[in-house]
């Protein structure tokens, strides 16, 4: 038997028990270690996610870790037993799009483990097998669970082509923010400073590599000096914001979910300071890898960042702690 949570409209959810999912041809079965909840998750519960971007009813769950414990037909069964992350976007593989490497602007539509289709807020989780991103044995799968924001960092960090000794910016020290700031430390940059409101999160970034934090009062003094910013909050100021911070001809990448009513980039101010401005919207194959790759060799530990861990039974208890928790409350994880 196994578990699930269905989120059946906004504010409706139950745990149902049924069957063991059965892979399909080219599919495998992930016994989920641990699953990550981010906003995103919170909006499809509240109901504030845009329709095209998610299909009630669903099993929520696009950060997870766990080992293949079954495989379909014509699925290597080298992979049973593996410890495994797998990306979330369900990519054709075959338009323009994705023929380009861009498998994250596939063009066939939106198609999203955990939004369209069932998440990982489960037992047990049926992936396509060419998704799986395998982990090296004894990885921890419970820091690994945060692999699929790691992936959005890591697209944001090879977009914005951080060179070692430049001075660079990230705007949020939520996970994003965290996150980034462990991959662009690694680059050797000339200074790393870290901007949010909230003094805890801020002097976590200085263990993770950070030379200079402050709060988005102080950063006003800082406005043209980051070759790089990096954005990673989606607050409503926080992309205007991180174009004043770049200098002229800097760059900007922005990262956070915007909601309706950000305020945004002043255009004069883009055309005459000349920024190139960029946006991730989650992960193509190769930053999955890219994060992978760091998270195996040791550059990537995700693990200081969760705060809190609840069983499938508790999933009311750990999503009012996503975007209702104080500023102590870090990545909070279900554990199936």
């Known amino acids: 038997m196994s578990r699930a949570i269905i989120v059946e409209r906004p504010g409706a959810h139950r745990l149902v028990t049924g069957e063991l999912p059965v892979p399909s041809p080219g599919e495998v079965r992930v016994r989920v270690a641990a699953a990550g909840i981010c906003m995103s998750d919170r909006e499809v519960y509240d109901g504030h996610r845009d329709p095209g971007y998610v299909r009630y009813p669903v099993v929520p769950g696009h950060e997870w870790s766990g080992t293949v414990d079954a495989v379909g037909e014509g699925v290597d069964a080298a992979l049973l037993g593996r410890r495994t992350v797998a990306e979330g976007f369900r990519a054709c593989g075959t338009c323009e799009r994705c023929r380009c490497g861009e498998t994250s602007l596939c063009t066939t539509g939106y198609d999203e483990t955990g939004f369209t289709r069932p998440g990982a807020f489960a037992d047990h989780l049926l992936v396509p097998a060419r998704l799986l991103h395998p982990l090296p044995?004894?990885?921890?799968?419970?820091?690994?669970?945060?692999?699929?924001?790691?992936?959005?960092v890591a697209a944001a960090v090879r977009t914005g082509r951080a060179e070692p000794g430049e001075r660079v910016a990230v705007v949020?020290?939520?996970?994003?923010?965290?996150?980034?700031?462990q991959l662009l430390?690694?680059?050797?940059?000339?200074?790393?400073?870290v901007v949010d409101p909230r003094a805890g999160r801020a002097r976590q970034a200085l263990d993770f590599g950070a030379s200079v934090v402050?709060?988005?009062?102080?950063?006003?003094?800082?406005?043209?000096?980051?070759?790089?910013?990096?954005?990673?909050?989606?607050a409503p100021t926080t992309a205007a914001e991180s174009c004043l911070l770049a200098r002229r001809g800097g760059r900007v990448v922005l990262t956070g979910m915007f909601t309706p009513g950000a305020i945004g980039i002043d255009p004069v101010h883009l055309s005459l300071s000349?920024?190139?401005?960029?946006?991730?919207?989650?992960?193509?194959?190769?930053?999955w890898s890219f994060a992978v790759r760091a998270f195996a060799s040791g550059l990537l530990d995700p693990a200081p960042l969760i705060t809190?861990?609840?069983?499938?039974?508790?999933?009311?208890?750990?999503?009012?702690?996503?975007?209702?928790?104080?500023?102590?409350?870090?990545?909070?994880?279900?554990?199936?």
Not at 137 to 152: C, F, N
Not at 214 to 234: H, I, Q, S
Not at 309 to 335: N, S
């Open 185 to 193: 430390a690694a680059g050797s940059p000339g200074e790393l400073a």
């Open 274 to 287: 000349q920024l190139t401005v960029s946006s991730v919207f989650g992960a193509p194959s190769a930053a």
């Open 137 to 152: 044995d004894g990885s921890d799968l419970r820091a690994a669970a945060l692999l699929e924001p790691a992936a959005v």
């Open 214 to 234: 402050c709060d988005p009062e102080e950063a006003k003094a800082l406005r043209g000096r980051y070759d790089l910013v990096v954005e990673t909050a989606g």
């Open 308 to 336: 809190h861990e609840f069983p499938l039974e508790r999933f009311a208890d750990a999503l009012a702690l996503v975007g209702g928790g104080g500023p102590e409350t870090g990545k909070v994880l279900l554990r199936p």
């Open 172 to 181: 949020g020290a939520g996970t994003l923010g965290l996150l980034a700031v």
